[in-house]
């Protein structure tokens, strides 16, 4: 059982791809991360200033409190939309990660598979048991992967669900 330079160099390229399939997901995700908080300062900063004025210009100290009882529940609502905002940027970002992953374990496992057929059909008389221990250790890792991605699932609707929760509460 050998290892021909095309199949290196295919799982080599694969790599890099995978590589820079996750950093281009990173980047962009980071990216829409500083835009949102790039938008939201500006428009804080804007609204901060008109509410400065609309707080300065009441005639009295009760309609410059009522003024600043009126702003109150706007910000609130802002602060909700933009952790909405950050959450489903991370929660996309997430997925798409889950998915590239995913992806490459399934290679994985069929490098693997063939590279177990290829050994069982060029072991030499008495290795069954080397051979049912890789077995073994293969399935045992396909289990733990989807148990891992079966927790992931779980943890990324329960927060999904707690977000969704948290904004039909303001």
């Known amino acids: 059982m050998s290892i021909n330079t095309e199949q290196f160099a295919a799982a080599n390229k694969a790599t890099v791809d ?14 829409r991360i500083a835009a949102l908080n790039l938008n939201t300062a500006r428009s804080a900063l804007e609204e901060g200033v008109s509410n400065v004025k609309s707080v300065l210009e009441a005639k009295d100290p009760q309609a410059a409190i009522a003024a600043q009882s009126a702003l109150a529940k706007p ?3 802002k602060a909700v939309a933009y952790s909405r905002s950050v959450y489903e940027i991370t929660s996309e970002t997430q997925q798409e990660l889950a998915k590239a992953v995913q992806a490459q374990f399934a290679d994985f496992q069929k490098s693997m598979t063939g590279m177990t057929e290829m050994f069982t059909k060029s072991a030499p008389a008495g290795s069954e048991s080397a051979v049912a221990a890789i077995q073994s250790a293969i399935a045992a890792a396909n289990s733990a992967f989807g148990n891992m991605n079966s927790v992931a699932k779980q943890f990324a609707e329960k927060a999904q669900a707690n977000i969704a929760a948290v904004t039909k509460a303001k």
């Open 18 to 31: 995978s590589l820079l399939s996750v950093a281009n997901t990173a980047l962009a995700s980071a990216e």
């Open 75 to 77: 910000a609130v609502e």
